[in-house]
């Protein structure tokens, strides 16, 4: 399955309007940005959180006036900032196959561009017609930064199995939510449908990141389309590494949270990961929440929508990059 799968078919005119008003977010502004902009959006991603947007408004009578696209758009430009901010507090030289904004232009362009996306995004959330969407979009960035600070500021050590999903639920989850809650609610959905894409939504994120933190784990560079082990080498403990010191012991807990590690010790230690079965373990956990999204759909009006839905949470999960 590919990204132009199945589950594109039914909003792929609106994915591609978005694509199209993507490439256009840095038209008229500074140069720099008009070029990071090129760079970001010349080649679309796997554009999972706008496919989820359109496909949830479907539930909702009013789907066809709301201004849909404008969500996609502004919660993928909200996305798409969180990263260029995320690979500058990383380091991170790569992502899909190509050189980051901080590694391309430096950290000063990359903040200023990633501000510059999220103000873009703020425009277009400000012009929705419901202030209950504009305030969610709102409390998902609180959500995205208080996911992000809980890692870099925490204490150094192994965090609890517990602690890693709630981490996990502020920095990933909580935007594919607002993306189908979002979508739902502009599109007026009754509420126990809003409710119910909420928390397929959180449920399809949670899914989703284990599965993201097994492929750093378990991927290769080229597929990936970034370096491999880079949650290891900076010593951010992710699920399969949290399940894999159950067998490998505190002094190897210590070791996988040094921030700093050469190259030769993040392959043994990639080794030593690979050895348990921390990863297969994460692989079962990622499936359980996989499940209980699916288990969500199947409450939802029976049309060709949740079946997109169905098909885009199997994709999410059983990807190679």
Same mark, same amino acid.
């Given at each position: ?12 005119? !609106? ?8 490439? @256009? ?22 554009? %999972? ?23 996609? !758009? ?9 990263? +260029? ?21 430096? @950290? /000063? ?5 990633? @501000?510059?996306? =999220? ?22 960035? =609180? ?6 600070? *809980?890692?870099?500021? $925490? /204490? ?9 999903? !709630?981490?996990?639920? %502020? ?22 449908? +809003? ?8 449920? =399809?994120?949670?899914? =989703? ?16 389309? *970034?370096?491999? $082990?880079? @949650? ?16 490998? $012991? ?22 030593? +990961? ?9 692989? !079962? ?37």
């Amino acid at each position: 399955m590919t990204a132009t799968a199945g589950f594109r078919t039914l909003v792929s005119a !609106e994915l591609d309007e978005l694509e199209r008003r993507l490439r @256009d977010v840095g038209r008229g502004a500074h140069p720099t940005f008009a070029a990071t902009v090129a760079h970001l959006f010349g080649s679309p991603g796997k554009m %999972l959180r706008p496919t989820l947007v359109l496909l949830s408004a479907r539930f909702g009578p009013s789907y066809r006036d709301a201004k849909i696209v404008d969500l996609a !758009e502004s919660l993928e430009l909200v996305h798409t900032a969180s990263l +260029v901010h995320d690979d500058i507090i990383d380091g991170s030289l790569m992502r899909r196959n190509q050189a980051t904004v901080n590694a391309r232009w430096g @950290d /000063e362009v990359a903040v200023i561009s990633g @501000d510059y996306l =999220f103000a873009k995004a703020y425009a277009l959330a400000a012009v929705l017609p419901k202030p209950e969407v504009i305030s969610l979009v709102a409390q998902t960035v =609180f959500a995205l930064c208080d996911g992000e600070l *809980k890692e870099i500021t $925490g /204490e150094p050590r192994v965090p609890t199995e517990r602690e890693y999903l !709630e981490r996990i639920e %502020l920095k990933t989850a909580s935007l594919y939510a607002a993306c189908c809650q979002g979508a739902a609610m502009l599109a007026d959905a009754d509420a126990e449908i +809003v409710a119910t894409l909420g928390s397929f939504g959180t449920n =399809f994120g949670l899914a =989703f990141q284990i599965a993201d933190d097994v492929l750093d784990l378990d991927g290769d560079d080229e597929t990936l389309g *970034k370096h491999v $082990g880079q @949650d290891l080498e900076r010593g951010m403990l992710t699920l399969p590494m949290i399940y894999a010191l159950d067998e490998l $012991g505190p002094v190897v807990g210590r070791r996988f949270l040094a921030a700093r590690k050469s190259s030769e010790e993040t392959r043994d230690l990639l080794k030593d +990961v690979r050895r348990t079965s921390g990863i297969d373990r994460a692989r !079962e956990r990622a499936g359980h929440f996989r499940s209980l999204a699916l288990a969500v759909l199947e409450t939802l009006p029976d049309q060709p929508e949740r079946d997109a839905l169905a098909e885009i949470t199997y994709f999410a999960t059983e990807r190679e990059r």
